[in-house]
């Protein structure tokens, strides 16, 4: 067997001997973003279908927290900057190449869409509340005027977002696990599910909750079928990419990702969403608990198995 | 102009005077290293070979780090040097994911720091300092697009290799074999 022994005399902090530049911050922030993108996608996409009336909370009452978690990620990203004080560079310049510009100037047009998107629903959603100004009123009432137009352009920036946090990822050549086409539609799908998931944990209309858990269980489906996918593709694939892949495989990602994220956090809330809808009495907090959780693993196993896989020279 | 480095692994010992010349010239901080040396044995017992090698960042000519960058502070300066700007650098540390070589690193100061070729020296005609303290004069520096500069000549006489060519790179340091 002819061997290899590398002898390196690096040790720069965060890079040497595994990378760690990334942690939390970012696993969290993807996160959120996937299910902001699933909560706004839901609500315009039911305007767009004139079922605003039908599906209250997903379409008035959900989209309030959107600005929320969004600022929570957003905090969570700025704690991960190094050079925190420049974080204004980001919004000097427009740079196609760079998925994180991308996701940048996305937030910065999806952020205050969602305030105003909120705005227009709080008459709706609190009887009583009245805006303090009248201009203010008149603004809102204009905007629910234009909602259509506002709801398409929601549910083309909730794509973009929701698909970019797996771009972001899958654009790095030099991490073979995150280095394939398929992370940004898994992302997109992962965080519509989680989307999905807070529209039934949440609730209180009966309606709605069976229509999401239907629409759940389909993008559960979509979701298991990119991940058998993903392993199909690095299998497939170039040494770096098998190596990838066995991480997962008898790796040291093996247990988490498929006892947690796979059977605990998609194929176990599929069948009990199915076994609900089946009339048989199942708390609805439970599959919808486990979809949020499994959703988040996702993301710090993803982000984490990205650092630890590399090119070998 | 197109500057590059054609290191000799025949001649390299592995002796680290070129980290430590970087560490002083550029005033790295303690714990980091823009260059370092790697040795490489492969075979098996009695039939082993050693490669050894000074690594550093790549300059690459398709740099992953610079297409990366949300800033712009990762860039081409003339000659092909890729440089970080360190005020316009938010810290993201998507370049440092992009580099397949691992040559970057977050400065205590908060930016990403690396390699710059001695681009301070360069414009004074003289030679980077890991290049100058060379006690084996195994690396050698200059513009490829000069055809009779000296590292055009030797990398048409010697036999050489990138690294990790396949990740795409088109790196421009180039080990002589």
Not at chain 1, 32 to 60: H, M, P, Q, R, Y
Not at chain 2, 74 to 83: C, Q, R, Y
Not at chain 2, 154 to 177: F, M, N, S, V
């Amino acid at each position: 067997m002819i061997e290899e022994i590398i002898t390196s005399g690096r040790m720069n902090p965060e890079i040497d001997p595994l990378l760690h530049i990334w942690g939390w911050e970012i696993s969290l922030y993807l996160y959120i973003g996937g299910l902001v993108a699933g909560i706004l996608f839901f609500s315009a996409l039911l305007v767009l279908l004139n079922k605003e009336d039908k599906f209250t909370f997903s379409v008035k009452m959900l989209p309030l927290s959107a600005p929320v978690l969004l600022g929570i990620g957003l905090l969570a990203l700025f704690l991960d900057l190094s050079h925190k004080l420049y974080f204004w560079r980001l919004y000097t310049i427009i740079r196609l190449n760079s998925p994180m510009s991308w996701g940048a100037w996305t937030l910065m047009a999806i952020f205050p869409l969602s305030v105003l998107w909120c705005c227009i629903w709080l008459k709706d959603n609190f009887t009583t509340f009245k805006w303090p100004y009248t201009w203010l009123d008149a603004l809102f009432e204009t905007g629910k005027k234009y909602r259509k137009l506002i709801a398409w352009m929601l549910v083309g920036l909730s794509l973009i977002l929701g698909m970019y946090t797996g771009i972001l990822l899958s654009a790095f050549n030099a991490r073979p696990f995150w280095n394939t086409s398929i992370l940004g539609p898994l992302f997109l799908v992962s965080g519509l599910s989680t989307g999905a998931a807070a529209i039934i944990l949440f609730s209180k209309n009966r309606q709605e909750r069976r229509l999401f858990s239907k629409v759940d269980m389909a993008l559960i489906g979509v979701e298991l079928f990119f991940i058998i996918h993903l392993f199909m593709g690095f299998l497939a694939g170039v040494r770096v990419h098998i190596q990838a892949a066995e991480l997962f495989l008898g790796g040291p990602y093996t247990a988490p990702f498929w006892i947690f994220v796979v059977s605990l956090g998609l194929i176990l809330p599929a069948l009990l969403e199915f076994l609900e809808l089946k009339q048989f009495k199942i708390p609805h907090v439970i599959p919808a608990v486990m979809v949020l959780f499994g959703g988040l693993l996702l993301r710090i196993i993803v982000v984490s198995a990205g650092q630890a896989s590399r090119w070998l020279y | 102009m197109r500057y590059a480095m054609a290191i000799d692994t025949k001649k390299c010992v592995g002796c680290s005077d070129c980290v430590v010349a970087c560490q002083l010239e550029n005033d790295v901080p303690e714990g980091y290293c823009r260059d370092w040396i790697v040795e490489i044995t492969t075979g098996t017992y009695p039939d082993l070979q050693t490669e050894i090698r000074s690594e550093r960042c790549n300059h690459c000519a398709n740099a992953p780090c610079v297409r990366c960058c949300p800033t712009g502070a990762s860039h081409f300066e003339d000659g092909g040097i890729v440089l970080v700007q360190p005020n316009e650098c938010i810290g993201c540390k998507a370049c440092i994911a992009a580099c397949p070589y691992d040559a970057r690193y977050v400065h205590p100061d908060g930016y990403v720091d690396k390699c710059t070729f001695c681009l301070h020296r360069v414009k004074k005609g003289q030679q980077p300092a890991c290049v100058a303290v060379c006690p084996t004069k195994c690396l050698y520096f200059g513009d490829i697009d000069d055809p009779r500069s000296k590292i055009s000549l030797l990398l048409k006489k010697r036999k050489w290799k990138t690294l990790i060519p396949e990740a795409g790179t088109d790196p421009k340091i180039y080990y002589l074999i």
